[in-house]
Protein backbone atom coordinates (compact mmCIF):
# COMPACT_ATOMS: atom_id res chain seq x y z
CA UNK A 1 0.00 0.00 0.00
CA UNK A 2 3.13 2.18 0.21
CA UNK A 3 2.44 3.16 -3.53
CA UNK A 4 -0.38 5.28 -3.12
CA UNK A 5 0.38 9.08 -2.67
CA UNK A 6 -1.15 11.37 -0.21
CA UNK A 7 -2.80 13.95 -2.53
CA UNK A 8 -5.92 16.42 -0.97
CA UNK A 9 -7.78 14.17 -3.18
CA UNK A 10 -6.61 10.67 -1.96
CA UNK A 11 -6.73 12.07 1.25
CA UNK A 12 -10.22 13.46 0.78
CA UNK A 13 -11.68 10.34 -0.58
CA UNK A 14 -10.01 7.91 1.52
CA UNK A 15 -11.96 9.62 4.81
CA UNK A 16 -15.44 8.99 3.07
CA UNK A 17 -17.53 5.90 2.28
CA UNK A 18 -20.74 5.72 0.27
CA UNK A 19 -23.66 4.26 -0.48
CA UNK A 20 -25.37 4.18 -4.07
CA UNK A 21 -28.08 3.20 -6.45
CA UNK A 22 -28.29 -0.13 -8.16
CA UNK A 23 -27.21 -3.42 -7.98
CA UNK A 24 -24.06 -3.49 -10.86
CA UNK A 25 -21.19 -1.21 -11.41
CA UNK A 26 -22.64 1.60 -12.96
CA UNK A 27 -22.06 5.60 -13.78
CA UNK A 28 -22.95 6.59 -10.65
CA UNK A 29 -20.49 3.88 -8.85
CA UNK A 30 -17.84 4.87 -11.06
CA UNK A 31 -17.98 8.33 -10.08
CA UNK A 32 -17.74 7.73 -6.78
CA UNK A 33 -15.04 5.75 -7.48
CA UNK A 34 -12.59 7.53 -9.91
CA UNK A 35 -13.65 11.03 -9.19
CA UNK A 36 -13.99 10.83 -5.23
CA UNK A 37 -11.29 8.47 -4.75
CA UNK A 38 -13.96 6.25 -2.39
CA UNK A 39 -12.51 4.90 1.04
CA UNK A 40 -15.25 2.29 0.24
CA UNK A 41 -18.95 1.69 -0.16
CA UNK A 42 -21.71 0.15 1.86
CA UNK A 43 -24.30 -2.11 0.24
CA UNK A 44 -28.29 -1.81 1.30
CA UNK A 45 -30.87 -3.64 0.41
CA UNK A 46 -31.42 -1.72 -2.95
CA UNK A 47 -28.18 -2.80 -4.02
CA UNK A 48 -28.73 -6.97 -3.01
CA UNK A 49 -30.24 -9.36 -4.70
CA UNK A 50 -28.82 -12.86 -4.81
CA UNK A 51 -24.77 -14.21 -3.99
CA UNK A 52 -23.88 -14.16 -7.69
CA UNK A 53 -24.94 -10.79 -8.43
CA UNK A 54 -23.40 -9.36 -5.44
CA UNK A 55 -20.04 -11.20 -6.11
CA UNK A 56 -20.42 -9.58 -9.15
CA UNK A 57 -20.90 -6.36 -7.96
CA UNK A 58 -18.33 -6.40 -5.54
CA UNK A 59 -15.50 -7.87 -8.08
CA UNK A 60 -15.95 -5.19 -10.53
CA UNK A 61 -16.18 -2.64 -8.02
CA UNK A 62 -12.53 -3.99 -6.78
CA UNK A 63 -11.52 -4.29 -10.39
CA UNK A 64 -12.75 -0.95 -11.12
CA UNK A 65 -10.93 0.76 -8.47
CA UNK A 66 -7.92 -0.83 -9.14
CA UNK A 67 -7.93 -0.01 -12.84
CA UNK A 68 -7.99 3.87 -11.44
CA UNK A 69 -4.79 3.49 -9.60
CA UNK A 70 -6.82 3.25 -6.26
CA UNK A 71 -6.42 0.85 -3.01
CA UNK A 72 -8.72 -1.57 -2.53
CA UNK A 73 -12.44 -0.77 -1.34
CA UNK A 74 -13.66 -1.53 2.10
CA UNK A 75 -17.12 -2.80 1.27
CA UNK A 76 -19.63 -2.93 3.93
CA UNK A 77 -23.06 -4.10 5.16
CA UNK A 78 -25.06 -4.49 8.44
CA UNK A 79 -25.18 -8.27 8.95
CA UNK A 80 -26.21 -8.03 12.22
CA UNK A 81 -29.42 -10.80 11.71
CA UNK A 82 -32.95 -10.38 13.17
CA UNK A 83 -34.74 -6.99 12.37
CA UNK A 84 -30.77 -5.38 10.54
CA UNK A 85 -30.23 -8.10 7.81
CA UNK A 86 -29.57 -6.60 4.76
CA UNK A 87 -28.50 -10.48 2.77
CA UNK A 88 -31.17 -12.30 2.86
CA UNK A 89 -32.08 -14.26 -0.20
CA UNK A 90 -29.25 -17.40 -0.74
CA UNK A 91 -27.67 -16.21 2.85
CA UNK A 92 -28.09 -17.54 6.54
CA UNK A 93 -30.42 -15.37 8.38
CA UNK A 94 -29.85 -15.35 12.13
CA UNK A 95 -32.62 -13.93 14.23
CA UNK A 96 -30.26 -11.62 15.74
CA UNK A 97 -28.46 -10.64 19.02
CA UNK A 98 -31.36 -11.25 21.57
CA UNK A 99 -31.04 -14.63 20.56
CA UNK A 100 -27.47 -14.89 21.10
CA UNK A 101 -27.37 -16.07 24.36
CA UNK A 102 -23.91 -18.39 24.40
CA UNK A 103 -20.29 -18.29 23.27
CA UNK A 104 -20.84 -21.07 20.96
CA UNK A 105 -23.95 -19.27 19.94
CA UNK A 106 -21.97 -16.19 19.18
CA UNK A 107 -19.18 -18.15 17.60
CA UNK A 108 -21.85 -19.96 15.07
CA UNK A 109 -23.40 -16.63 13.96
CA UNK A 110 -19.96 -14.85 13.58
CA UNK A 111 -18.15 -17.65 12.05
CA UNK A 112 -21.16 -18.59 9.29
CA UNK A 113 -21.28 -14.66 8.55
CA UNK A 114 -17.70 -14.07 7.72
CA UNK A 115 -17.60 -17.29 5.47
CA UNK A 116 -20.95 -16.36 4.03
CA UNK A 117 -19.69 -11.94 3.13
CA UNK A 118 -16.45 -13.29 2.19
CA UNK A 119 -17.72 -15.60 -0.58
CA UNK A 120 -19.56 -12.50 -2.40
CA UNK A 121 -16.86 -9.77 -1.72
CA UNK A 122 -17.95 -8.04 1.06
CA UNK A 123 -14.96 -7.11 3.73
CA UNK A 124 -16.80 -5.85 6.38
CA UNK A 125 -19.77 -6.23 8.93
CA UNK A 126 -21.06 -3.05 10.45
CA UNK A 127 -21.15 -5.14 13.88
CA UNK A 128 -21.86 -6.26 16.30
CA UNK A 129 -24.16 -4.01 18.35
CA UNK A 130 -22.22 -3.49 21.57
CA UNK A 131 -24.78 -1.08 22.95
CA UNK A 132 -26.43 -2.40 26.59
CA UNK A 133 -29.94 -2.07 27.52
CA UNK A 134 -31.00 -1.41 31.25
CA UNK A 135 -34.10 -3.07 32.53
CA UNK A 136 -37.47 -1.79 31.84
CA UNK A 137 -36.03 0.77 29.53
CA UNK A 138 -37.98 0.32 26.18
CA UNK A 139 -34.98 1.52 24.36
CA UNK A 140 -34.99 1.91 20.17
CA UNK A 141 -31.87 -1.08 20.43
CA UNK A 142 -33.99 -3.52 22.44
CA UNK A 143 -34.28 -6.24 19.50
CA UNK A 144 -30.85 -5.50 17.94
CA UNK A 145 -29.05 -5.69 21.38
CA UNK A 146 -27.92 -9.15 23.21
CA UNK A 147 -29.54 -9.02 26.08
CA UNK A 148 -28.08 -8.92 29.45
CA UNK A 149 -25.89 -6.67 31.37
CA UNK A 150 -22.06 -4.80 30.65
CA UNK A 151 -20.17 -7.83 31.52
CA UNK A 152 -22.51 -10.36 29.12
CA UNK A 153 -22.65 -7.63 26.10
CA UNK A 154 -19.31 -7.60 26.62
CA UNK A 155 -18.26 -11.18 26.37
CA UNK A 156 -20.86 -12.56 23.57
CA UNK A 157 -19.47 -9.07 21.94
CA UNK A 158 -16.06 -10.16 21.94
CA UNK A 159 -16.73 -13.16 20.37
CA UNK A 160 -18.26 -12.15 17.84
CA UNK A 161 -15.28 -9.21 16.90
CA UNK A 162 -12.64 -12.34 17.25
CA UNK A 163 -14.42 -15.06 14.75
CA UNK A 164 -15.16 -12.23 11.86
CA UNK A 165 -11.81 -10.94 12.30
CA UNK A 166 -9.71 -14.20 12.40
CA UNK A 167 -12.18 -15.04 9.33
CA UNK A 168 -10.86 -12.14 7.72
CA UNK A 169 -14.06 -10.12 8.04
CA UNK A 170 -13.37 -6.30 9.59
CA UNK A 171 -15.60 -5.80 12.08
CA UNK A 172 -17.19 -2.55 13.41
CA UNK A 173 -18.54 -2.41 16.70
CA UNK A 174 -21.83 0.34 17.10
CA UNK A 175 -23.01 2.55 18.66
CA UNK A 176 -19.96 4.35 20.63
CA UNK A 177 -20.47 5.43 23.71
CA UNK A 178 -23.68 3.57 23.56
CA UNK A 179 -27.37 4.01 23.12
CA UNK A 180 -28.47 1.31 24.88
CA UNK A 181 -30.62 4.16 27.28
CA UNK A 182 -32.19 5.81 24.27
CA UNK A 183 -35.53 5.54 23.15
CA UNK A 184 -36.05 7.77 20.48
CA UNK A 185 -34.54 6.91 17.03
CA UNK A 186 -31.37 9.08 15.31
CA UNK A 187 -32.99 8.05 12.41
CA UNK A 188 -35.31 10.75 12.97
CA UNK A 189 -34.42 13.17 15.95
CA UNK A 190 -31.52 14.04 18.04
CA UNK A 191 -31.56 11.86 20.83
CA UNK A 192 -30.24 13.37 24.23
CA UNK A 193 -28.97 11.37 27.35
CA UNK A 194 -27.78 13.28 30.36
CA UNK A 195 -25.30 10.78 32.13
CA UNK A 196 -22.19 11.28 33.71
CA UNK A 197 -18.79 9.48 32.42
CA UNK A 198 -18.07 7.89 35.56
CA UNK A 199 -21.43 5.88 35.34
CA UNK A 200 -21.06 5.50 31.24
CA UNK A 201 -17.61 3.69 32.43
CA UNK A 202 -19.10 1.33 34.67
CA UNK A 203 -22.08 0.29 32.28
CA UNK A 204 -22.37 1.44 28.48
CA UNK A 205 -18.00 1.90 28.02
CA UNK A 206 -17.77 -1.60 29.31
CA UNK A 207 -18.04 -3.65 26.03
CA UNK A 208 -16.31 -0.97 23.67
CA UNK A 209 -13.38 -1.50 26.14
CA UNK A 210 -13.37 -5.32 25.89
CA UNK A 211 -13.50 -4.50 21.45
CA UNK A 212 -10.56 -2.21 22.13
CA UNK A 213 -8.83 -4.83 23.69
CA UNK A 214 -9.98 -7.59 21.13
CA UNK A 215 -7.99 -5.02 18.76
CA UNK A 216 -11.60 -4.86 16.84
CA UNK A 217 -11.07 -2.86 13.26
CA UNK A 218 -13.52 0.15 13.65
CA UNK A 219 -15.26 1.71 16.55
CA UNK A 220 -18.60 4.09 14.91
CA UNK A 221 -19.99 6.53 16.65
CA UNK A 222 -23.54 7.46 17.48
CA UNK A 223 -25.81 10.38 16.93
CA UNK A 224 -26.23 10.73 20.17
CA UNK A 225 -25.66 13.97 21.96
CA UNK A 226 -24.10 13.26 25.90
CA UNK A 227 -24.18 17.00 27.30
CA UNK A 228 -22.05 15.76 30.03
CA UNK A 229 -18.78 14.84 27.54
CA UNK A 230 -19.39 17.18 25.34
CA UNK A 231 -22.09 20.40 25.33
CA UNK A 232 -21.56 21.38 21.76
CA UNK A 233 -21.62 18.14 19.31
CA UNK A 234 -23.18 14.41 19.64
CA UNK A 235 -20.70 11.88 19.41
CA UNK A 236 -20.18 11.67 15.91
CA UNK A 237 -19.05 14.99 15.39
CA UNK A 238 -17.08 15.63 18.36
CA UNK A 239 -13.66 15.69 19.25
CA UNK A 240 -13.97 15.74 23.03
CA UNK A 241 -15.32 12.04 23.09
CA UNK A 242 -12.89 10.72 20.17
CA UNK A 243 -10.04 12.12 21.77
CA UNK A 244 -10.27 12.22 25.63
CA UNK A 245 -12.83 9.56 25.95
CA UNK A 246 -11.66 7.11 22.68
CA UNK A 247 -8.45 7.40 21.72
CA UNK A 248 -6.52 8.66 25.14
CA UNK A 249 -9.07 7.03 27.91
CA UNK A 250 -9.36 3.51 26.01
CA UNK A 251 -6.46 3.59 24.31
CA UNK A 252 -8.13 2.58 20.73
CA UNK A 253 -5.80 2.61 17.56
CA UNK A 254 -8.32 1.33 15.26
CA UNK A 255 -10.85 3.18 12.68
CA UNK A 256 -13.09 5.88 13.93
CA UNK A 257 -16.00 6.05 11.94
CA UNK A 258 -19.54 8.09 11.56
CA UNK A 259 -22.69 6.70 11.56
CA UNK A 260 -24.59 7.86 8.62
CA UNK A 261 -24.33 11.62 8.19
CA UNK A 262 -27.85 11.35 6.50
CA UNK A 263 -29.73 10.78 9.05
CA UNK A 264 -32.32 13.55 10.77
CA UNK A 265 -30.32 13.76 14.42
CA UNK A 266 -27.42 15.44 12.11
CA UNK A 267 -28.73 18.97 12.64
CA UNK A 268 -25.75 20.60 10.87
CA UNK A 269 -24.73 21.71 7.51
CA UNK A 270 -22.45 19.27 5.65
CA UNK A 271 -19.39 21.77 5.17
CA UNK A 272 -20.13 22.29 9.60
CA UNK A 273 -20.07 18.10 9.23
CA UNK A 274 -16.95 17.59 7.49
CA UNK A 275 -14.87 20.58 9.66
CA UNK A 276 -15.95 18.61 13.05
CA UNK A 277 -14.90 15.20 11.55
CA UNK A 278 -11.65 16.40 10.64
CA UNK A 279 -11.30 18.07 13.77
CA UNK A 280 -12.03 15.86 15.63
CA UNK A 281 -9.63 13.17 14.05
CA UNK A 282 -12.33 10.45 13.33
CA UNK A 283 -11.19 8.25 10.00
CA UNK A 284 -14.27 7.77 8.05
CA UNK A 285 -17.31 9.21 7.41
CA UNK A 286 -20.36 7.18 6.23
CA UNK A 287 -22.99 8.79 3.91
CA UNK A 288 -25.15 6.58 2.62
CA UNK A 289 -27.78 8.39 0.30
CA UNK A 290 -27.13 9.55 -3.21
CA UNK A 291 -27.47 13.33 -3.27
CA UNK A 292 -25.67 16.61 -3.56
CA UNK A 293 -24.25 16.27 0.09
CA UNK A 294 -21.89 13.56 -1.75
CA UNK A 295 -20.02 15.71 -3.67
CA UNK A 296 -19.79 18.60 -1.55
CA UNK A 297 -18.24 16.46 1.29
CA UNK A 298 -15.48 15.52 -0.51
CA UNK A 299 -15.10 18.91 -2.07
CA UNK A 300 -15.36 20.39 1.39
CA UNK A 301 -12.17 18.10 2.69
CA UNK A 302 -10.07 18.56 -0.06
CA UNK A 303 -10.55 22.66 0.79
CA UNK A 304 -10.14 22.37 4.34
CA UNK A 305 -7.17 20.01 4.18
CA UNK A 306 -5.51 21.91 1.49
CA UNK A 307 -5.80 25.18 3.88
CA UNK A 308 -5.17 24.30 7.16
CA UNK A 309 -2.05 22.09 7.97
CA UNK A 310 -2.86 20.35 11.00
CA UNK A 311 -5.59 18.74 9.26
CA UNK A 312 -3.83 17.89 6.76
CA UNK A 313 -1.35 15.95 8.67
CA UNK A 314 -4.06 14.17 10.86
CA UNK A 315 -5.45 13.26 7.72
CA UNK A 316 -2.23 11.61 6.40
CA UNK A 317 -2.72 9.39 10.27
CA UNK A 318 -6.11 8.71 9.10
CA UNK A 319 -5.13 7.15 5.85
CA UNK A 320 -2.27 5.40 6.97
CA UNK A 321 -4.41 3.76 9.57
CA UNK A 322 -7.10 2.92 6.79
CA UNK A 323 -4.11 1.52 4.70
CA UNK A 324 -3.02 -0.37 7.12
CA UNK A 325 -6.35 -2.25 7.41
CA UNK A 326 -6.60 -2.82 3.92
CA UNK A 327 -3.14 -4.25 3.67
CA UNK A 328 -4.07 -7.09 6.55
CA UNK A 329 -7.37 -7.71 4.65
CA UNK A 330 -7.32 -6.66 1.26
CA UNK A 331 -3.86 -7.30 0.30
Known amino acids: ?23 MLNDDLKFLIKHLNACGIILFKRN ?19 LCGLPPLFIAVDQEGGTVARLKEGFTVF ?21 ELKSVGINMNFAPVLDVVPDKVDSIMKKRAFEGGPGTVAKLGSCVINHLQKNKIMAVAKHFPGIGRTVKDSHFHLPVLNIDYKTLKKTDL ?10 VTGIMLSHISYPSLDADFQASLSEKIVQSVLRRDLGYK ?15 DINTCMFQMLWAGID ?30 M ?10 YKKEYLG
Do not use: W
Open 284 to 313: VALICHKGPAIEKAYNEICRLIQENESLME
Open 48 to 66: IQTPSQVKDLCGSAQRYAA
Open 95 to 115: PGNPHIQTIEDAKNFSQITAD
Open 1 to 23: MDQYQFTPETLAGQRLMFGFDGT
Open 315 to 324: GKESMNRILN
Open 254 to 268: GIIMTDDLDMEAIQT
Open 206 to 215: VPFMAAVKED
